[in-house]
């Protein structure tokens, strides 16, 4: 019995099954679906960042809406002026020890919050997350009260064990270690993504681990570890670019009264690029300061995804 085969003309124009279905009912909608945030992203994101770097080269008068080409002189102001240095030495120091500590704390919470059973995990999931959504103003105002270098609580309480504490708020090698001790507060995002790591790690991984004589210590490091490397991965990245961009914890510690004569202890990138935008309203110089601080970001996370995905473990990869 012969078998009905297509003609090769007839398989020429028969159009891939990939080129169909983006047009189908399902995708039509979706894309519906996504087409807000396609605009936003492309009026709001990606046209505001062409504009700086158009801005970048000029000297933009904000009050009178005008622009006037000078070439690359802001860019080379950059590697002229001490602070703009300053600043990016501040918050590289702040990322490298504040991305590590941040892990490793939420981590601990996330660890603690799994061990607890399920009937009364969901109180103290919303007690851990609460100062998540504390606002930055009122956290700020807070530890204004506690790092009091005179009468705040964290010295009162390093006091009960003789330790005399350190003027967090007045010396300049306290400054970015208070500005930490904040960003320690709003951990619980990171939290809530471990959390969810460490309950995918299969239960049978422990129990055979735990019958060739593991441990909890060598469980913890040759089984969780390895199981939760990728969310541990994408909390590095995210938590880096945003230690990178930190601005509102230094700003409205050291910076939101305008006479403030704060040292540069506490100059961050994010907070240079404000005091030149709205203070000195030195919009070109400032729009260069953004794309210096987008390229070092850019540079850092290229560099963590190439090096980092080889000690990251992908279920069904190699």
């Known amino acids: 019995m012969a078998t009905a085969v297509d003609s090769p003309r007839k398989r020429r124009l028969r159009r ?17 679906f996504i087409l807000p945030w396609v605009v936003g992203f492309l009026v709001f994101t990606l046209g505001a960042m062409v504009y700086s770097l158009v801005i970048s080269f000029t000297n933009y008068d904000l009050s009178t809406d005008t622009a006037t080409p000078v070439g690359f ?5 950059l590697f002229k002026d001490p602070k703009v240095m300053t600043s990016l030495g501040n918050t590289l120091y702040y990322a490298v020890l504040s991305v590590p500590l941040e892990i490793c704390f939420a981590l601990l919470l996330a660890y603690l919050l799994h061990r607890i059973p399920e009937r009364g995990a969901g109180v103290f999931r919303i007690i851990y997350y609460l100062p998540k959504m504390t606002p930055s103003v009122a956290a700020a105002s807070i530890f204004l009260l506690l790092l009091n270098g005179n009468s705040g609580a964290i010295n009162g309480f390093l006091g009960i064990f003789g330790i005399d504490g350190p003027q967090w708020l007045i010396d300049p090698d306290w400054m970015k270690p208070s500005i930490i001790i904040i960003g320690l507060w709003s951990v619980s995002g990171t939290m809530l993504i471990l959390l969810a790591a460490l309950k995918n790690v299969p239960q049978d991984l422990y129990e055979a681990a735990s019958l060739d004589g593991a441990g909890a210590i060598r469980q ?39 006479t403030s004569a704060a040292p540069d202890a506490a100059l961050f990138v994010g907070v240079y690029l404000f005091q030149q935008a709205f203070q000195q309203f030195n919009m070109g110089f400032a729009a260069a300061i953004a794309w210096l601080l ?4 850019l540079l850092i996370t290229v560099f963590q995804v190439r090096f980092g995905n080889k000690f990251v473990y992908y279920e069904g990869g190699r």
């Open 220 to 258: 913890f490091f040759s089984v969780t570890l390895p199981m939760i490397s990728n969310a541990l991965f994408f909390c590095t990245i995210v938590l880096t670019i945003a230690a990178l961009q930190v601005f509102d914890q230094a700003f409205l510690l050291f910076y939101r009264d305008t």
């Open 294 to 297: 987008f390229v070092i970001i």
């Open 16 to 32: 891939p099954r990939w080129i169909k279905e983006p047009f189908n009912r399902e995708a039509r909608a979706g894309y519906l």
């Open 73 to 77: 002189s802001n860019y080379e102001l």
